[in-house]
């Protein structure tokens, strides 16, 4: 508590912090210098002298008091009741002598001390004050005398609370930009903490992109590798095998070695088109309809199986990603025919319609139940990849096939994924 001892003992005159020690000095000059102006001129005989002099030194003991306490300023009840005691004494000096409305100059400032709205009932009080001393030598028994008297009055009082008035507007203006700028810098550092937390927030997007990116690119990579090297492996091997067979032939066993060769070519090929992200080769020279006819005819010689090819609709230029995923399928299609149908002869329809792009291919091998069907070790992947791609572009992939009555493949994608812009 020591640290904390009030400025009133550090400095018993200083009224409010060392800001008004002139007015101070001012309030207990002005009440001798009027006490001698009434003495001397209004009464030489000294009749008042004592009264005035009690009535001024009570004045100056309340300002003493105040002075010395200058926190009771910050009481309105205090102040109160300090100010209506000022009033009255100063009432009583102006009605004896009107001089002492001098000293409402500086003692005046205490209406000013009161909170809002008894600030304006003070200032009023002072105003009136002033306004008697003013008139005091106005005869009142006459009525522009009367008429005078009261405007000075009214004068007097509208000037006192005009000043309170403006010095409340003042206050209040203050106290809201004091509040706006509180507020903006509160609105100032929820905004930077927001901005951390979105920093944060797109930091983990970001993370998040990332993964999903690589994610997707390791799904892109196998869908590729499948396509690419798995069906041309397959396709290797199954005629290496029809070559083994044909042993016994040598015109048989070079065509089946010849087509094994042309396979292990092409899969090189669409593998290093894979690996840098190109399109599949027969996309490059050639619209879908025409890559889904060369892989048809390629794939046919190589496995001696009729595949009639139809193109309905208008064809029109479609996304690269559109085709190459319509042409994946065909040729996945093909690859699980070739490998597990056992079938005679395929169909596989392109069809160009309004909203959207078809592909089927059926078959009429054996078939198989698609619910029943386990996925067996090291294989199943085609499907997948096949749908992956399909509705990767909000396409769709359906597989209809029952033991015995063949196999059909539909992969649709929508026209708003699928046509490429002019």
Partial sequence: MGSQAPEYRDNPWDLSGGRDRGLLVLRYALLPFCLGLTELWVHPSHRSLLIDAALCAVIA?????????PDWQERPAVMGCFFACLAGLMAALIVRDSLFGISLLSIGSYAFRLPWPRRLLSAGTMGVLA????????????????????????????????????????????????????????????????????????????????????????????????DTLAQGLTGIVTQLQAAEHAAADPAEWRRHFAAATGLARDSLTEARRSVDALRPEALETARLSGAVTAVAKRWS??????????????????????????????????????????????????????????LDVRDDGAGFDPAAAPARAGGGFGLVAMRQRVE????????????????????CVPAAAGWASA
């Fill in 131 to 226: 306004g008697i001393s003013q008139v005091a030598g106005v005869p009142k028994d006459t009525v522009g005398g009367l008429a005078l008297s009261l405007t000075v009055i009214s004068v007097n009082t509208y000037v006192v609370c005009g000043l309170a008035w403006f010095i409340r507007h003042n206050t209040v203006k203050s106290e809201q930009r004091e509040h706006a700028l509180t507020a903006l810098a509160e609105a100032n550092r929820k905004l930077e903490t927001a901005l951390s937390e979105n920093a944060g927030l797109h930091q983990q997007l970001l993370t998040q992109a990332r993964e999903a990116g690589v994610l997707d690119e390791r799904q892109r990579m196998a869908r590729e590798i499948h």
């Fill in 61 to 69: 003991v309340l300002i003493t008091v105040l002075a010395v306490r």
């Fill in 392 to 411: 990767a572009l909000a396409g769709t992939l359906q597989v209809e096939s029952e033991p015995g009555e063949g196999t059909a493949i539909s992969a």
């Fill in 301 to 358: 010689a190589l496995h001696g199986i009729a595949v009639q090819v139809t193109t309905t609709g208008i064809e029109r230029p479609m996304t690269p990603a559109a085709e190459s995923a319509l042409l994946r399928a065909a040729q996945e299609a093909l690859a699980n025919v070739a490998k597990h149908a056992k079938a005679t002869r395929v169909g596989l329809t392109l069809s160009y319609m309004e909203n959207e792009v078809a």
